[in-house]
């Protein structure tokens, strides 16, 4: 019926398969077909499952059944009940206990309708009641009872109250003669929803390995669950295990991207790589973050030109921002890939929106490459006036190198004396110390005999 499909429905949103446990002899729609309800009840009160075999085999119980003035009561609602006119069906039956069904057994049926009526209703509570009563009264059949105790669990569950559902389902399956997998995960979930989280795992884990074992494919939110868990506790090998499961079974890229994550947890960076880029390829990466993140690997794998290629399109689109961060990134990388014009495009503009110096240091490295050593040595002055770097030794060596370049070799001189303060620079710093001494010393002499040489091209 179109409330049993929405009761799945709802409890959907715990990750757990429902199991709508409301009772054969409760779901008139479920009846044979032409089948009087009172013959039914009167030959059995509920249909026993091919698992269900704890209560099968019992002799010295007495079989109850419904005498005529209650079946005619249970008739009188069965019709309204298929015919969903909830409302006529529950003024019918809630009138039966106290004129027509009057006996233990009677009343446990009647109860088991208006569980079924209440919850088609919408009024959960009222029909955990009714339940409740079909559990306490001495005559309910005991597969019955047990059976209950499940979907009172499921309703507590719609409820969120997961503590009287974990309590319902743990007494269902101390009375159950076989446990299946879904309770076990419903059991699961309510232990994850109370923070019992070992209990949790452990039920959901017994679920995947009955399920595994018997040649079947574990439901998908089995493994959504078992590897939150797992998540949580930080055991990422597991948790890598277990998208590998999900991908093979259930292949989302959003798996793949999870999956690049949790290598990035483990220091993996090859495989992170390989799981990024697979989400990237068809569009499941669509965050600025997630991009820059993907750029970053493919620059560490030392494959610049892919990190630039990645950061370009996602500016085009409107995903990474153009912002003085991200184009200083993209700039980057276009420079390792040796691609300057690209590079110079980009440091410029990125420059223009940055009042911090590194991205003027990246670009007079540029124009350094590119020839142009007259903005080289004006953007390295911009980017030591603005301050702010991270090797202000490396502007004084682009600078010095510039000026070296314009013939300029006392400034250049004085560009590497500041480098080589710093140990870093300071061998090559020198170096390029001497060879200004020794190159401008020997241009003074030429020019001393005669010869007309380049001036310092001041910039």
């Known amino acids: 019926m179109v409330k049993i499909n929405r009761l799945a429905d709802s409890v959907a949103r715990f990750g757990i398969p429902i199991v709508v446990a409301l009772m054969v002899n409760a779901v008139p729609s479920l009846l044979p077909v032409n089948t009087p309800l009172l013959g039914y009840l009167s030959a059995r009160a509920y249909a026993v499952d091919k698992e269900d075999r704890k209560y099968a085999d019992v002799e010295t119980r007495r079989r109850h059944s419904v005498g005529q003035v209650c079946g005619k009561k249970l008739e009188e609602a069965q019709p309204l009940i298929?015919?969903?006119?909830?409302?006529?069906a529950q003024t019918v039956l809630e009138s039966a206990p106290a004129k027509a069904c009057?006996?233990?057994?009677?009343?446990?049926?009647v109860w088991n309708f208006l569980g079924y009526v209440y919850y088609s209703r919408d009024r959960f509570r009222d029909a955990i009641n009714a339940y409740n009563k079909v559990i306490a009264e001495p005559e309910t059949d005991e597969q019955l009872k047990t059976n209950t105790r499940y979907t009172v669990a499921q309703l507590y569950f719609m409820l969120e109250d997961y503590a009287n559902a974990a309590k319902y389902l743990e007494q269902w399956m101390r009375e159950s003669?076989?446990?299946?997998v879904d309770g076990k995960v419903l059991l699961a979930?309510?232990?994850?929803?109370?923070?019992?989280?070992?209990?949790?795992?452990?039920?959901?884990?017994?679920?995947i390995g009955e399920s595994e074992k018997n040649g079947k494919t574990p439901k998908e939110n089995w493994w959504g669950l078992q590897r939150v868990i797992y998540y949580e506790k930080k055991d990422y090998r597991q948790v890598v295990a277990i998208l590998k499961k999900m991908i093979k079974h259930y292949p989302?890229?959003?798996y793949w991207r999870q999956l690049g994550g949790m290598y990035g947890e483990l220091d993996q960076d090859l495989n992170q790589l390989v799981a990024?880029?697979?989400?990237?390829?068809?569009?499941?990466?669509?965050?600025?973050?997630?991009?820059?993140g993907l750029a970053s690997l493919f620059i560490g794998a030392e494959a610049p030109y892919l990190a630039a290629k990645v950061l370009d399109k996602g500016v085009k689109d409107g995903v990474v921002a153009a912002n003085a961060k991200n184009l200083e990134m993209l700039g980057q990388a276009w420079q390792l890939a040796q691609e300057s014009k690209r590079a110079l495009t980009v440091f410029e503009k990125a420059s223009s929106l940055s009042d911090k110096g590194e991205i003027s240091a990246r670009l007079a490295?540029?124009?350094l490459d590119l020839g142009e050593d007259g903005k080289a040595v004006r953007s390295a002055r911009t980017a030591l006036n603005k301050g702010g770097l991270k090797r202000s030794d490396l502007a004084y060596m682009v600078l010095g190198s510039a000026q070296l370049n314009l013939h300029c070799y006392a400034d250049a001189r004085r560009a590497f004396v500041e480098a080589a303060k710093d140990q870093r620079s300071a061998r090559y710093a020198n170096q390029w110390i001497e060879y200004a001494d020794r190159e401008g010393d020997?241009?003074?002499?030429?020019r001393e005999s005669g010869a007309k040489l380049a001036a310092c091209q001041k910039a």
Not at 189 to 207: C, P
Request: charged content about 30%; hydrophobic content about 30%; aromatic content about 12%.
């Open 276 to 292: 990024m880029e697979v989400s990237y390829l068809v569009g499941n990466l669509n965050k600025e973050q997630e991009l820059r």
């Open 102 to 109: 009057q006996s233990s057994y009677e009343k446990s049926q």
């Open 82 to 88: 298929e015919a969903e006119r909830w409302a006529q």
């Open 177 to 180: 003669d076989a446990v299946g």
């Open 252 to 254: 989302k890229y959003s």
């Open 189 to 207: 979930q309510a232990y994850y929803q109370l923070n019992r989280k070992n209990d949790a795992l452990r039920y959901v884990e017994q679920a």
């Open 442 to 446: 020997r241009r003074d002499r030429l």
């Open 365 to 367: 490295s540029v124009y």
